[in-house]
């Protein structure tokens, strides 16, 4: 009798042991599972989206650079720099929409809060960006540089800074974002490793009372 008493003891134990020690292992990978799904999101989605966003703000800075480079140009300048000037243009601006676009479609399979408003903004300025800069390069084609410089004043110059206040509100957006992610990631580290010891606690504080009792 008195050794089915001391099997059932036994038994009890393992049971607890191995109770415990299932739920401490499922609880862990779901923890680490949670920690590397929020360290892809940073690294995909984060930090990708912030490169994506700078990269366009440079481009719309070097279509800038090309537009006040010919604004600046003198009778002398020869039909090929022009012409290679009014290609960086062209080539920069279709960039910056390309970065943005790879930027928001990431955005928001991310699940992140939407931003209609910044969203409306940036369309529309970068559509009057296009247009008021086409219109710019015919102005140069026809060398007319003192309606170029009027126009770049008057229209270019406001709708580029509103539109690259938009790319500048994303990024900030984003980078909160990632920083928020990584808080995240780090307590949830934190919460893991302090589970794991409390379970282990509580496993040995079983285990000797459990002998003690035998």
């Known amino acids: 009798m008195k ?13 607890i042991f191995l109770s415990l020690f299932v739920f401490s292992y499922i609880l862990s990978t779901m923890t680490t599972n949670t920690i590397i799904k929020n360290t892809d999101s940073i690294y995909k989605i ?8 700078v990269e366009a703000d440079r481009d719309a800075y ?4 090309a537009i006040n480079t010919l604004l600046l140009q003198n009778d002398s300048t020869s039909k ?5 000037l ?17 930027f928001i479609e990431a955005y928001k399979i991310s699940g992140s809060e939407a931003h209609p408003e910044i969203e409306k903004t940036y369309n529309q300025e970068f559509e009057k960006l296009k247009k008021v800069s086409n219109k710019l390069i015919v102005l140069f084609k026809e060398n007319k540089k003192a309606e170029a410089f009027q126009m770049y004043y008057s229209e270019y110059a ?15 957006i984003s980078t909160e974002e990632a920083l928020l992610e990584y808080n995240k990631i780090k307590s949830e580290e934190k919460s ?6 409390i379970t282990l606690i509580i496993l040995l504080l079983i285990d000797f009372l459990q002998v003690n009792s035998l």
């Not at 070097?62 to 650079?65: A, E, L, P, V």
């Not at 406001?158 to 900030?172: E, G, I, K």
């Not at 893991?192 to 010891?197: A, D, F, R, Y």
């Open 192 to 197: 893991s490793k302090l589970t794991s010891i």
């Open 62 to 65: 070097q279509s800038n650079i």
């Open 158 to 172: 406001p709708v580029f800074s509103t539109m690259r206040d938009a790319l500048n509100q994303f990024t900030d």
């Open 86 to 102: 009014i290609g960086d243009i062209e080539e920069n601006i279709a960039q910056v929409d390309e970065r943005y676009h790879v």
């Open 3 to 15: 050794n089915r008493t001391l099997k059932t003891k036994l038994y009890v134990v393992i049971a």
């Open 80 to 84: 090929k720099n022009i012409d290679g």
């Open 46 to 53: 984060r930090l990708t989206g912030i490169q994506n966003l």
